[in-house]
T-cell receptor, first 115, second 109 residues
């Protein structure tokens, strides 16, 4: 019973490199989310996918792209990494979007450092 | 932009004491949720309270919601060292949750 699985757990990149963060959930949830967490800033939504086949921008989408590969998987791509993207990235899923009184389930995060 | 703001930012108590955290938000909501985050881990959902509810209990947790003041409180009774964590409130805005910056709770034995 894995829940939400994120890979990798840690990564160091050089400025300008690209990388894809992977996320998979085994709870048959429809909605998936990517957040970033920075010290003193709480969690900020990057992108979300309300259902398979749809993606939408969140609060801080610049510099990122996403792919909802299928119902289970939602990936986040940094095309040209910048030091400002150093952060902890969390993937989450929920049965339905938040307005329908359902909690979100989180992975344990990817700690990304960009030099 | 943050919707919820927790208060205090940090709280230190002894085991057995009660811990109270507050959350204020800006716009109308359908529901408000509280999450816990242990160091180095993801967030874990604790409790959800709907906008038409005023109080909800779950084990040692008690959540209140005052929609007229746009505020909520989370009370943890008889705190344990294992309750040491950061606590976040989150409010719904359409298809997304908006999280506050969190309260860091430290419970010492």
């Amino acid at each position: 019973n894995a829940g939400v699985t994120q890979t990798p757990k840690f990564q160091v990149l050089k400025t300008g490199q690209s990388m894809t963060l992977q996320c998979a959930q085994d709870m048959n949830h429809n909605s998936m989310y990517w957040y970033r967490q920075d010290p003193g800033m709480g969690l900020r939504l990057i992108y979300y996918s309300a259902s398979e086949g749809t993606t939408d921008k969140g609060e801080v989408p610049n510099g990122y792209n996403v792919s909802r590969l299928n119902k289970r998987e939602f990936s986040l791509r940094l095309e040209s990494a910048a030091p400002s993207q150093t952060s902890v990235y969390f993937c989450a899923s929920s049965e339905v979007p938040p307005g329908s009184y359902q909690p979100q389930h989180f992975g344990d995060g990817t700690r990304l450092s960009i030099l | 932009s943050q919707q919820g703001e927790e208060d205090p930012q940090a709280l230190s108590i002894q085991e057995g004491e009660n811990a109270t955290m507050n959350c204020s938000y800006k716009t109308s909501i359908n529901n408000l949720q509280w999450y816990r985050q242990n160091s180095g881990r993801g967030l874990v959902h604790l409790i959800l309270i709907r906008s038409n509810e005023r109080e909800k209990h779950s084990g040692r947790l008690r959540v209140t919601l005052d929609t007229s003041k746009k505020s909520s409180s989370l009370l943890i009774t008889a705190s344990r060292a294992a309750d040491t964590a950061s606590y976040f409130c989150a409010t719904d805005r359409g298809t997304a949750l908006i999280f506050g910056k969190g309260t860091t709770l430290s419970v010492s034995s």
